[in-house]
């Protein structure tokens, strides 16, 4: 049982409730270091958060009934939440989570909230903490976040963090969320990101044997099982906690430039995240049900089945019907092909420009193994590519985006989609400043990218292997305007930083492909002709996906003045 973090009961600052009443004062008195001024204007601020409309709730019984079944998971057990908040806004905000997926996958199951005896402090402040700073639709939610919730989550981590733990690993998920929604430097959000990896190989739990030593199949002592979420359920949630953090750690080394801190193969023999229809079970039985056994392992290596060299994917019955075991999956394939990049780059090597040396031979032998990895699991999410469904074809476009990147300029395409995309769509409907030392952590790293771009471009455009990614991009286009065509729902699912979310692993691999081909229609104006209108086109499709319009020129005119800027630019 890993081990559970009390909630402290002692409140630092006065503040009235929602309902008008004052809660004691506490005794301590504001030293020199924290002027009386700024006290009570932070109070002020808070109470007007607290004092909003959104959350005024009629007392009257006819009202209070409405209020309460608003919220489905409003229940007994919120006496357990901070009490410094009123219970309307603790409603509001696990609704918000258990309903709005804001990592794209609920990584906490309900019945650890509200049915447990004794739910975690991580797991509790956890939940407002992010739900409240992702809460672009009502600002006072976010004040309140940052001015209370935050904290005291940053708080609990730090008192919990010498007793290593799942619910640890999903705090910091957490931790790495909010810092992003709310700082300017990304450094907390990435520390975060590596605090919770090496957690992860601390308690060991990147193998089933690993789960099945922390959680194993047994009744509770006392014998009854009233309170005590089910072994498979903590397994189950260990396990999307894990390939969460997996794919944001292969996010992460790409943007930074840097290598990855868990191995690619580390989570070789850990059973993909089974079918959400199964894990929102609101009252989960305590055997375990029958349940897709995939791995890594099976999907790259599969045992003869009747159904031929492939095992069958799983059910597809998500939001957007997509299975959420796509985007770990997915995110291993970009992992390989981009810590191929970090790793020959370190070399002073680069996929298009190789030797014909055996060190050449020897990276274009690893890309044709990361070309089989690729098109395996394609197959497996496609049935062959035999499958027309929307799942279907999303699957196909993401290997599809996943190629050209493989072929595509390298660390210089993730910095350009950082600053192209980033900074400029994702962070603008969180905050009128997005963070800025992405990009620049990648400056650091390889100091004369920026001024090399121009450079590395050129000689990409000049090579076979850029033919290849234009081609494998715009197929990535055509597939996603298929998928829409057939079921224009799937856009909630691959457009949510555009929507105003954090873009998930998906959009941003989805992205950086149109990246590409944006660069490609820079390259032919460059090269003095006419803007391609079908590379734009295409481009817009991927950048959109069906969400609001995205201004694809004006992003193809500042990659040509970034190319104008670049010294060692010859186009040929």
């Not at 609920?106 to 509200?114: A, V, Y």
């Not at 690993?169 to 969320?177: A, C, H, N, Q």
Request: with cysteine.
């Amino acid at each position: 049982m890993p081990y559970q973090l009390q909630m402290a009961d002692d409140v630092q600052a006065t503040l009235p409730s929602a309902t008008g009443e004052t809660v004691v004062e506490s005794d301590r008195q504001p030293t020199k270091k924290r002027p009386l001024r700024h006290v009570n204007s932070r109070l002020a601020s808070l109470e007007r958060a607290l004092a909003s409309p959104v959350l005024t709730v009629d007392k009257s019984p006819t009202r209070a009934d409405t209020a309460t079944n608003a919220y489905p998971f409003a229940d007994q057990q919120l006496h357990r939440f901070p009490h410094f908040l009123p219970p309307e806004v603790c409603h509001k905000l696990l609704n918000r989570y258990f309903t709005g997926r804001p990592s794209h996958s609920t990584l906490i199951h309900s019945s650890m909230i509200l049915d447990n005896k004794k739910p975690s402090a991580i797991l509790n402040v956890g939940i407002l903490a992010l739900t409240s700073t992702l809460n672009s639709e009502h600002e006072h939610l976010r004040t309140l976040g940052k001015g209370m919730i935050v904290p005291k989550m940053k708080e609990t981590l730090r008192n919990a963090a010498a007793w290593p733990s799942v619910d640890l690993v999903v705090g910091f998920v957490f931790g790495y969320y909010t810092n992003f929604a709310l700082n300017t430097s990304s450094k907390d959000s990435i520390l975060f990101v590596s605090q919770a990896c090496a957690a992860i190989k601390l308690l060991a739990i990147t193998t089933e044997e690993g789960l099945r030593t922390m959680f194993p199949d047994k009744d509770p002592p006392s014998g009854n099982r009233h309170g005590i979420p089910p072994p498979w359920i903590l397994r189950e949630q260990a396990r999307r906690v894990v390939w969460l953090v997996y794919t944001l750690d292969a996010a992460l080394s790409a943007s930074t430039a840097s290598r990855a801190n868990l191995e690619a193969d580390e989570l070789y023999n850990l059973r993909i995240p089974c079918d959400d229809r199964v894990w929102s079970f609101r009252k989960p039985p305590w055997n375990e049900p029958p349940l897709d056994q995939h791995t890594l392992k099976s999907l790259l290596r599969p045992e003869p089945t009747t159904f031929g060299s492939l095992p069958v994917p799983p059910t597809v019955t998500l939001v957007g019907k997509v299975p959420c075991c796509l985007e770990p999956i997915v995110l291993y394939t970009y992992r390989l092909a981009t810590q191929l990049h970090v790793r020959l780059e370190e070399q002073g090597m680069y996929v298009f420009m190789l030797p014909k040396t055996t060190v050449g031979e020897e990276v274009r032998s690893k890309i044709n193994q990361i070309d089989i990895v690729i098109n395996n699991l394609d197959s497996f999410f496609s049935y062959g590519g035999t499958a027309q469904t929307a799942s279907a074809l999303l699957s196909m476009a993401l290997f599809s985006a996943v190629r050209a990147i493989l072929r595509g300029p390298g660390i210089a395409l993730e910095r350009l989609w950082i600053k192209l995309v980033m900074e400029s769509i994702w962070m603008r409907n969180f905050r009128a400043e997005a963070p800025r030392d992405l990009s620049l952590w990648i400056d650091q790293k390889r100091p004369g990218l920026g001024t090399q771009t121009g450079e590395l471009l050129a000689a990409w455009s000049a090579s076979p292997a850029f033919l290849d990614s234009i081609k494998d991009a715009s197929c990535t286009a055509v597939l996603i305007s298929q998928a829409l065509q057939i079921d224009p729902d799937i856009t909630l699912y691959i457009s949510e930083g555009v929507r105003g979310w954090f873009g998930n692993a998906l959009e941003r691999t989805l992205q950086i492909c149109g990246v590409i081909l944006i660069l490609a229609a820079a390259l032919s104006l460059e090269l003095g002709l006419p803007m391609d209108s079908q590379l734009v086109a295409s481009a817009e499709i991927i950048l959109r996906a069906g969400g609001p319009p995205v201004d694809v020129s004006e992003m193809v005119l500042r990659v040509v003045g970034e190319l104008q800027q670049s010294p060692n630019f010859h186009p040929s």
